[in-house]
């Protein structure tokens, strides 16, 4: 099996634009869940969809957003971004909503804000 | 205070030697993973434990519920153990967010 792919690998962004991140999960895996990654704050959760629904959001901004298709193929939205939005975007997928069943983690989006 | 907390915050170890690294959490939960992610961003799920002790390999992680705490043990480590080492929580009464410790960077030297 295919394992989690994330596109693109890397992106430089200037302040006030946007961006769009994707997540294909492993093939069967109906939940998705997003994080980011900075030196500071380390790991924190951002969002978590199953079935096209979001069921769970972190402590972000309405700048964040996402959303999962038919498919279960997810992508996340940065709008107007920040230097501070200088990240690493993971994404996971799993069999299961909630998370009591292991994890399977792409390798990342690197995101620069200039 | 954060909910998750890991120690210690660096570790070197000589090949071979017993490594392990603790989290300790404050809330209720309905799970904790161990995660390992190396260099380059990847991360890989190592365990998933919601009461007891489990293995794979030369990896063995253990919780014990009433006193919130987890222990990852790495025995007989390598270089290639050489990594930094995750504990995450699911919180109960936060609909089961995952919320993640500090991370354990860990160092074997051959």
């Known amino acids: 099996k295919a394992g989690v792919t994330q596109t693109p690998r890397y992106l430089i962004k200037t302040r006030g634009q946007q961006v769009t991140l994707s997540c294909s999960p492993i093939?069967?895996?109906?939940?998705v869940s997003w994080y980011q990654q900075t030196p500071g704050q380390g790991l924190q959760f951002l969002f978590e969809?199953?079935?096209?629904?979001?069921?769970n959001k972190g402590n972000f901004p309405g700048r964040f957003s996402g959303r999962q298709f038919s498919n279960s193929r997810s992508e996340m939205n940065v709008s107007t971004l920040e230097l501070g939005d200088s990240a690493l975007y993971l994404c996971?997928?799993?069999?299961?909503?909630?998370?009591?069943?292991?994890?399977?983690f792409g390798n990342g989006t690197r995101l620069t804000v200039t | 205070k954060n909910e998750v907390e890991q120690s210690p915050q660096n570790l070197t170890a000589q090949e071979g030697e017993f490594i392990t690294i603790n989290c300790s959490y404050s809330?209720?939960?309905?799970?904790l993973h161990w995660l390992q992610q190396h260099p380059g961003g990847g991360i890989v799920s190592l365990f998933m434990?919601?009461?007891g002790k489990k293995k794979h390999g030369r990896l063995i992680a253990t919780i014990n519920i009433q006193e919130k705490h987890s222990s990852l043990h790495i025995t007989a480590s390598h270089p290639r153990d050489s990594a930094v080492y995750i504990c995450?929580?699911?919180?109960?009464?936060?609909?089961?967010?995952?919320?993640f410790g500090g991370g354990t960077r860990v160092l074997v030297k051959p």
């Open positions: 434990l919601s009461s």
């Open positions: 996971a997928s799993s069999p299961i909503q909630g998370g009591n069943s292991p994890l399977h």
């Open positions: 995450a929580v699911k919180i109960t009464a936060a609909g089961n967010k995952l919320t």
């Open positions: 093939s069967g895996h109906r939940s």
């Open positions: 969809y199953f079935s096209e629904t979001q069921r």
């Open positions: 809330v209720g939960i309905s799970a």
